[in-house]
């Protein structure tokens, strides 16, 4: 189902949406770090390693043993302390670097595609290291990818959203053994819907508050999740319908405890990565009218909303990082990761397959 099919949609203008901004328009911070007021604290190699560690020789060891990962750019030019890895990941397998003096000694290098000039000129500079991988880095779609020329045989590896990346992106639930206490679902009536394209065709139905950077009443980060879990439902719909393009749109609502109606890959992609019975997809009725039936039905059916939040018995959702700055963290950091853990041989040259 198009967009365009919700045009016939007329939704009663009774129910009031609570509209959050969130498309591509607000990643505030959730967990009070710092953010681009906070300067860059690489390591220093493994000269500085050695000299720090000097008196501890089992501990220099590990740290030498660590392959040193080169953010050859700030991606968007958006800073952040790399330390950060181990704080919200618990990752610290590759010693992050932003120094380019350390180019020649790096294992890896990470590169932003959408900061790679349309010459190339930009490009760490040959020779090349023998050992060093580079990590082409690009989290968009398709639909908003520039295709730059020259590409094709100079990566090992690529970083994305794409489960059949080498290094795959993305926010993940965690499997608990033990059940978690039951969720209590709070008495709310606001619907609430994601910032995109949509929303001007469902406001010409309902009344909508608007909460984003662009408008009068702004969705401050401290109260991201909070207004969140003030939403029965969240439309959280992808700006582009991609194979695996599923954003943190749908992690808001599933961290919060608001049931997410979700537009963008069909149903059994979804599956891949949250439980089937933990959304509501759009293509799962025949028309907007159809499911705006089914919502306002789920609204007065208490048992059967309800149902939508038994998977939490065993399984966690994370909250993801919110700052628009902080958007490049997770990425970074996954990189450092993978980095950490595989030194096999790998070529990558169809990066934009
Ligand atoms: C060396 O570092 C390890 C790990 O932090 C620590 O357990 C050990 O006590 C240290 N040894 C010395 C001699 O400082
Ligand atoms: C990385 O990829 C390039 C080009 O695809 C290749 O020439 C190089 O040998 C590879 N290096 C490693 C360490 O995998």
């Given amino acids: 189902?198009?967009?365009?099919?919700?045009?016939?949609?007329?939704?009663?203008?009774?129910?009031?949406?609570?509209?959050?901004?969130?498309?591509?328009?607000?990643?505030?911070?959730?967990?009070?770090?710092?953010?681009?007021?906070?300067?860059?604290q690489p390591h220093k190699g493994k000269q500085y390693i050695e000299s720090n560690y000097g008196m501890n020789s089992s501990l220099a060891d590990a740290e030498k043993d660590k392959p040193i990962l080169l953010l050859w750019v700030w991606p968007e030019n958006y800073r952040f302390d790399f330390s950060d890895c181990k704080t919200f990941y618990n990752i610290d397998g590759c010693h992050l670097t932003?120094?380019?003096?350390?180019?020649?000694?790096?294992?890896?290098?990470?590169?932003f595609h959408k900061a790679i000039r349309w010459d190339l000129s930009n490009l760490p500079p040959s020779p090349r290291p023998p050992f060093q991988k580079w990590i082409w880095f690009h989290v968009e779609s398709p639909t908003n990818t520039r295709r730059i020329p020259g590409l094709e045989n100079l990566f090992n590896l690529t970083l994305s959203y794409r489960q059949d990346a080498d290094v795959p992106v993305r926010m993940r639930l965690t499997i608990?053994?033990?059940?978690?206490?039951?969720?209590?679902?709070p008495k709310r009536t606001n619907w609430c819907v994601g910032l995109n394209r949509f929303y001007r065709e469902l406001s010409k139905y309902i009344q909508v508050t608007l909460f984003g950077r662009a408008y009068a009443s702004f969705l401050y980060y401290k109260v991201y999740y909070p207004t969140i879990a003030s939403c029965k439902f969240y439309l959280a719909f992808e700006n582009s319908i991609h194979k695996d393009y599923i954003t943190e749109k749908i992690n808001g609502p599933l961290v919060a405890g608001s049931v997410p109606v979700v537009l963008g890959p069909p149903r059994r992609n979804y599956e891949n990565f949250v439980p089937a019975g933990s959304f509501i997809?759009?293509?799962?009725?025949?028309?907007?009218?159809?499911?705006?039936?089914?919502?306002?039905?789920?609204?007065?059916?208490?048992?059967?909303?309800?149902?939508?939040?038994?998977?939490?018995?065993?399984?966690?959702?994370?909250?993801?990082?919110i700052q628009q700055t902080?958007?490049?963290?997770?990425?970074?950091?996954?990189?450092?990761?993978?980095?950490?853990?595989?030194?096999?041989?790998?070529?990558?040259?169809?990066?934009?397959?």
């Fill in 281 to 321: 997809h759009v293509n799962d009725f025949p028309d907007a009218k159809s499911l705006a039936e089914y919502l306002l039905q789920l609204d007065k059916d208490e048992d059967a909303y309800r149902k939508y939040f038994n998977w939490r018995k065993h399984l966690t959702a994370a909250p993801h990082l």
């Fill in 98 to 111: 932003h120094d380019r003096s350390l180019y020649s000694d790096s294992d890896a290098v990470l590169i």
């Fill in 1 to 40: 189902m198009s967009v365009a099919n919700f045009k016939g949609v007329s939704l009663p203008l009774a129910v009031i949406v609570t509209f959050a901004g969130v498309v591509s328009l607000i990643f505030f911070d959730y967990w009070s770090s710092c953010s681009n007021s906070c300067p860059a």
């Fill in 176 to 185: 608990t053994k033990k059940p978690n206490e039951d969720f209590v679902i």
């Fill in 326 to 353: 902080q958007e490049f963290i997770l990425a970074i950091c996954t990189a450092c990761e993978h980095v950490g853990r595989h030194r096999e041989y790998k070529e990558a040259h169809d990066i934009y397959n």
